[in-house]
């Protein structure tokens, strides 16, 4: 990576080559134009179909290895990926969960991310100081009645973070996470008002997050200032579980 950063930047260095999944998303869109205006160099890859500069299935393996292959070839390296590809919304109760529907959210939320690091490893390991950063969700620590397949895969991509950075910390390769709780991201403004008042209901902030705050905080895990943190997973939930009692009311 070329850094010109002072090491306690809490921006990535300047032409830093990364790799955002699911560009085209309402996150993703915020992330990709973040990243530019610090001046890297970004490559953005969502599924076909969606707007983005490289398109493919990252639940399918072979493409996800493809598209990788791509953007490493276009962006000439790699400093870091962020993983914000994501299917958000299949809901169904536990006891009636279709199993292929269950796979399905795994294989997006979970497997395609590991799918998508794994292909990245040889070209994070030659940039000697690169980065992964996960998006997680509340879901994985919180549950999330209705999305079962969704909270355990956002739980699974934590134990792949801290598993990541253990064998590639020597690799120089540090992964984390961002864990979000709502983001005013257009599918969250589209949901229906009273199922979002219920949520915020536990979040002592009483806001959901701008995707600002969360590009944010990705931005700071990517540069030198976390250049010591590797293995986390970094809650933004407005003190979501701070006040169960409801007495913040
Ligand atoms: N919006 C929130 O409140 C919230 C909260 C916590 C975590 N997150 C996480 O943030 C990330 C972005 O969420 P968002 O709100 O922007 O949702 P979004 O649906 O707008 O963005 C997700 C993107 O992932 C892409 N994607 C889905 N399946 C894919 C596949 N198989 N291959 C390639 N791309 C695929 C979609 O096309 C979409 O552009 C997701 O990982 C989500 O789980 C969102």
Request: aromatic share 4%; charged share 20%; no cysteine.
């Amino acid at each position: 990576m070329t850094d010109e950063s002072p090491a306690w930047s809490p921006l990535p260095a300047p032409r830093m080559k990364v790799l955002v999944t699911g560009a085209a998303g309402g996150l993703g869109r915020a992330l990709v134009a973040a990243l530019v205006e610090v001046g890297a160099d970004v490559v953005g890859v969502d599924r076909p179909g969606e707007q983005a500069e490289l398109t493919a299935d990252l639940a399918d393996p072979e493409a996800a290895r493809k598209a990788v292959a791509d953007a490493v070839a276009q962006l000439r390296g790699l400093d870091a990926v962020v993983g914000a590809a994501g299917v958000v919304d299949t809901i169904h109760r536990a006891g009636t969960f279709p199993l292929e529907a269950f796979h399905r959210d795994v294989a997006v939320n979970l497997v395609a991310q590991f799918a998508v690091a794994q292909a990245a490893f040889p070209a994070l390991r030659d940039s000697r100081r690169s980065s992964i950063v996960f998006v997680s969700s509340t879901a994985a620590q919180d549950g999330l009645p209705g999305q079962s397949a969704y909270a355990a895969a956002k739980a699974g991509v934590l134990g792949l973070v801290r598993t990541l950075a253990a064998e590639w910390s020597g690799d120089g390769i540090r992964v984390n996470a961002v864990v979000p709780g709502l983001i005013a991201t257009p599918k969250v403004l589209g949901m229906p008002a009273s199922v979002r008042d219920r949520m915020l209901a536990e979040v002592p902030m009483g806001r959901v997050a701008s995707p600002a705050e969360v590009v944010g905080t990705v931005l700071y895990l990517l540069s030198p200032a976390a250049g010591y943190t590797t293995g986390q997973a970094l809650r933004l939930d407005g003190g979501a579980g701070l006040a169960r009692t409801g007495l913040h009311r």
